[in-house]
């Protein structure tokens, strides 16, 4: 799977809450579209400490183009002909990876800085 990264953003829910990182990203669909898409990812850094290890990816990833225009909270369903929910465990090795490079090239920014 190859996407094309285009922010990559760590939060958490509320002050105490689990930490997530957001990916917006492109990719390619099958059909030959350019889609805009958006990862929640909230287990990013079991994946880096032993990627070979590591086999229950807990990524969600939506096209963002399929939710403008629904009512808040609503996503597609498959049976109706509509998808907007996207099988995680096939992007996750791609948005793992760019969140990686995301945050090496914050912690070299940094040290950079510093030096």
Same mark, same amino acid.
Do not use: C
């Given at each position: ?8 953003? @760590? ?31 909230? +287990?990013?850094?079991?994946?880096? !400490? ?11 990833v !939506?096209?963002?183009?399929?939710? !403008?225009?629904?009512? @808040? ?5 498959? +049976? ?5 929910? @996207? ?9 793992? $990876? ?6 090496d090239?914050? $912690? ?8």
């Amino acid at each position: 799977m190859t996407i094309t990264p285009l922010h990559v953003q @760590y939060d958490r829910n509320g002050i105490t809450g689990e930490g997530f990182h957001r990916v917006k990203f492109q990719w390619k669909d099958d059909d030959g579209s350019i889609r805009t898409m958006m990862a929640i990812v909230f +287990d990013y850094e079991q994946w880096r !400490i032993n990627p070979e290890k590591f086999r229950n990816p807990a990524v969600a990833v !939506i096209d963002l183009a399929d939710t !403008i225009g629904r009512p @808040y909270g609503t996503v597609g369903y498959p +049976d109706a002909g509509e998808y907007n929910a @996207y099988r995680g465990d096939h992007f996750a090795t791609a948005v793992y $990876e760019a969140i990686r490079d995301a945050d090496d090239a914050w $912690e070299n920014r940094a040290l950079v800085a510093v030096n």
